[in-house]
């Protein structure tokens, strides 16, 4: 590129990138270069430890998640965004959570689908590149593709791993989703921050489910968000009664992490809460027919997981909530047309009620 051809070029132009990106709604815009090697050899690791459970996909593109330029031909930088999504009026966590015949759906997806906000952004972000610079090889990413987006932010300056394993800066904590674009332009790096976890185990040790079972390491298998989200069938029995109130996902680790009492609110009107879901009762929502989830959750992340599985995380959380027989008789309404996996768990649902009204 005739346009970039100095140090000092670059070097003006990853200001003006920096700058478009704060005009497009991202709070801060990194890159780094493609080496990764050290990442790699770690995911291999977690993946022979089988910590991915059902997530077939963490280890099925080879290396390509590592290796930028095996998956974008010609990669030589990655532009990399963080974006807040903590909505501005939202219930309390803490006290949804305190509250059993409240459902918990984690903050992230209370609004609309972050990934088709985020793209559209970043598309936007490549095109103003394309018109200051001529054409490029390029190709945007959320959470989309074997990107290894964590390591990838880190290297960019974003912040550094927390021992949770999800990205902490010092000015917004953690409440913030993660956008690349994979470019073919040499651009100098912005450079990695400093850890600043120190002696702190917060997040280890109020996991419900004991699920970061080392500093920086989460065993998935254990964790209340791929239990309520990735994982499609049975929930082992053993974690139904940590799942508490959580419907889709869990954000213990960010709630109790010292770095959110930084974190900022987003002024985005996508993110903003749909639905009531902040503080929904679980008895109204296990009430929605089929038709109805897919409607509501018509542009909402939760949509991917289906009614079959939002119905049994549902009947879960009923489960361990306080006995009523407003639950009891909701929970065998909805058995008499539930599909085997749902059944299951209502049935469980239905034994630990029977158990507190005897009490």
Request: aromatic fraction near 8%; charge should be negative.
């Amino acid at each position: 590129m005739t346009s970039l051809a100095s140090q000092s070029d670059r070097q003006g132009f990853v200001e003006r990138l920096q700058e478009w990106g704060r005009e497009l709604g991202f709070q801060q815009l990194g890159i780094s270069n493609t080496e990764l090697s050290e990442e790699e050899l770690r995911l291999q690791d977690w993946l022979d430890k089988g910590y991915q459970g059902d997530m077939a996909w963490m280890g099925s593109h080879g290396v390509k998640r590592s290796r930028p330029a095996l998956l974008h031909e010609g990669t030589r930088s990655v532009i990399s965004v963080r974006m807040d999504y903590l909505p501005t009026a939202s219930t309390d966590s803490e006290m949804v959570l305190n509250h059993p015949e409240l459902a918990f759906i984690s903050r992230y997806a209370l609004g609309r689908d972050y990934h088709k906000v985020l793209k559209k952004k970043l598309q936007q972000l490549a095109l103003q590149i394309q018109d200051e610079i001529g054409a490029f090889g390029f190709r945007v990413f959320v959470d989309s593709a074997p990107v290894l987006e964590k390591p990838i932010a880190v290297k960019a300056g974003l912040g550094w791993v927390g021992k949770h394993s999800n990205i902490l800066s010092r000015d917004a904590g953690s409440w913030f989703f993660l956008g690349e674009i994979y470019v073919d332009l040499e651009l100098p790096e912005t450079g990695a921050v400093q850890e600043h976890c120190g002696s702190c185990t917060a997040c280890i040790d109020v996991c419900p489910t004991q699920a970061i079972v080392a500093p920086y390491v989460v065993d998935a298998t254990r964790c209340i968000s791929y239990l309520t989200i990735e994982l499609k069938g049975v929930i082992p029995p053993e974690f139904r009664g940590a799942i508490g109130n959580r419907i889709y996902g869990c954000d213990d680790c960010q709630l109790i992490c010292p770095w959110n009492r930084f974190a900022q609110q987003s002024d985005e009107p996508d993110y903003e809460v749909r639905h009531q879901l902040d503080s929904a009762r679980l008895l109204d929502l296990f009430a929605w027919s089929e038709p109805v989830f897919l409607d509501k959750m018509q542009g909402s992340a939760i949509r991917r997981i289906g009614y079959t599985r939002w119905q049994r995380n549902i009947a879960v959380a009923l489960g361990n909530a306080p006995y009523h027989q407003r639950i009891i008789t909701a929970l065998m309404e909805q058995r008499a047309s539930a599909c085997e996996l749902v059944a299951e768990h209502i049935d469980w649902a239905l034994d630990q009620q029977k158990t507190k009204s005897q009490h």
